[in-house]
């Protein structure tokens, strides 16, 4: 799920968490830029740990919320796939989130790997003149080989 998509997965508890309104309190509609975290689901399995993406963002909630026994529980897991990051250094964490979000988590997946919530839009990165940028191809071709490779579930 992305954005809402993402909020209704923690809605329904199909993925922990809340998605609460930005630290600004302001829709925040911009570029962003996530780190990989993990390559070991079907969505980002054709990505490689530590790539640097942009993608969009456009949200009044994105502020990804668990209190800190379950957010160490997350953590501890590997189920978090996207931190929000600077594209010079590579660094991700709590200060490169545009929306506060804690430990700047901007994707999570299911323990099996199978679900996937993400806040920003790679979706919108895939026409080099309307958003700046491919990297949205990426990830899309990385779940459709994944998905071809090793089946739908």
């Not at 953590?75 to 991700?92: I, L, M, N, S």
Request: some cysteine; hydrophobic content about 35%; glycine content about 12%.
């Amino acid at each position: 799920g992305i954005c809402n998509g993402f909020q209704i997965l923690t809605e329904t508890k199909m993925l922990p968490g809340a998605l609460l309104p930005n630290t600004s309190l302001t829709f925040i509609c911009r570029r962003c830029h996530v780190r990989v975290e993990r390559t070991d689901n079907k969505f980002t399995a054709g990505l490689k740990e530590g790539d640097v993406m942009q993608f969009p963002i456009a949200h009044h909630e994105g502020l990804f919320f668990l209190p800190d026994d379950e957010l160490k529980k997350l953590e501890e897991a590997g189920r978090v796939v996207f931190r929000y990051a600077d594209p010079k250094t590579g660094r991700a964490g709590a200060e490169y989130a545009p929306n506060g979000a804690l430990n700047g988590i901007a994707g999570i997946c299911s323990e099996k790997g199978n679900i996937l919530g993400l806040m920003p839009h790679p979706e919108r990165a895939t026409i080099p003149h309307l958003n700046g940028g491919t990297d949205g191809i990426r990830f899309w071709n990385s779940i459709a080989g994944a998905f071809k490779e090793r089946g739908a579930c």
